[in-house]
């Protein structure tokens, strides 16, 4: 008998290990309503609020590359930092004009919104999460186009939570991680500027590759740096690789880290 009770005793244990260790995933949307709760009262009270963009990249890159690296990117953010959660991609943003077309809207497949919905839906979702109980809500985006937009909406939402202990955090580290550290990175590994490019190049495609190859066309390398810019092609794919893609993949992750941690440190 004594034995049988010790066993039913070990199996509780390990039937209660995976919620005394913490949430079962650090993505929102993988986690039920309850184990919400449950994380916030184990003081996972930070809010990671992703932001990518449905754009073209080029004939060889899927439409969701931003999304892609968001997603998995803020993930890494978020285990690193230990008390995080990741809110779903904000996948919808400012791309152009839509008639007539500007920007990447001139490529199909697309999706463009004002500057304006998207400011709030950004608005709207941070304070969801302040009902919720989270307290610090952390921005970060993906592209380029509207870091001001992001870091916009941060300062709105700090303004009107003022003395309520609950804040925005707008951290453009993350993004000027893929601009300056990543680069360098590059360069030091013998690409030229002409190589690592602006848009769908060397750098960004890279970074891809390192996080999810099967959204990426090689057999198309050629054609894109051939194409330019008139096929949606700031740069030269040719060298890409999923090693030189970890270099950007570790700045991002080592610096939007560092940031969020001494945002949410400092004192309001």
Do not use: C
């Not at 602006?198 to 960004?204: P, R, S, T, W």
Request: charged share 15%.
């Amino acid at each position: 008998m004594k034995r049988l009770y010790t066993l039913l005793m070990l199996l509780l244990l390990l039937a209660q290990g995976p919620s005394l260790a913490g949430p079962p995933s650090v993505f929102l949307e993988e986690m039920t309503s309850a184990e919400v709760v449950a994380a916030l009262r184990a003081g996972h009270t930070t809010l990671i609020i992703p932001v990518g963009g449905t754009e073209q990249n080029g004939p060889h890159m899927a439409l969701g590359k931003h999304n892609v690296r968001a997603r998995y990117l803020s993930g890494q953010v978020a285990r690193a930092l230990g008390n995080a959660v990741v809110a779903p991609v904000l996948a919808y943003v400012p791309e152009g004009n839509i008639a007539p077309p500007t920007e990447h809207m001139r490529f199909a497949g697309t999706i463009s919104v004002p500057e304006a919905a998207f400011k709030s839906i950004l608005d709207a979702a941070a304070r969801g999460f302040k009902q919720h109980g989270f307290r610090d809500m952390v921005l970060l985006g993906d592209s380029g186009n509207y870091q001001g937009a992001l870091k916009a909406v941060a300062a709105r939402l700090n303004r009107d939570w003022a003395g309520s202990g609950v804040r925005a955090h707008f951290i453009g580290e993350y993004y000027a991680a893929t601009q300056g550290a990543y680069v360098a990175a590059l360069r030091a590994r013998g690409l030229s500027d002409a190589q690592i490019g602006v848009h769908a190049g060397a750098a960004d495609t890279s970074l891809l590759m390192a996080i999810d190859a099967s959204l990426v066309r090689p057999e198309l390398f050629a054609a894109a740096a051939q194409s330019g810019h008139a096929g949606g092609t700031g740069g030269d794919p040719r060298p890409s690789s999923a090693e030189l893609g970890q270099l950007g993949v570790d700045a991002v992750v080592q610096q939007a880290t560092q940031a969020v941690r001494s945002a949410v440190a400092a004192k309001p």
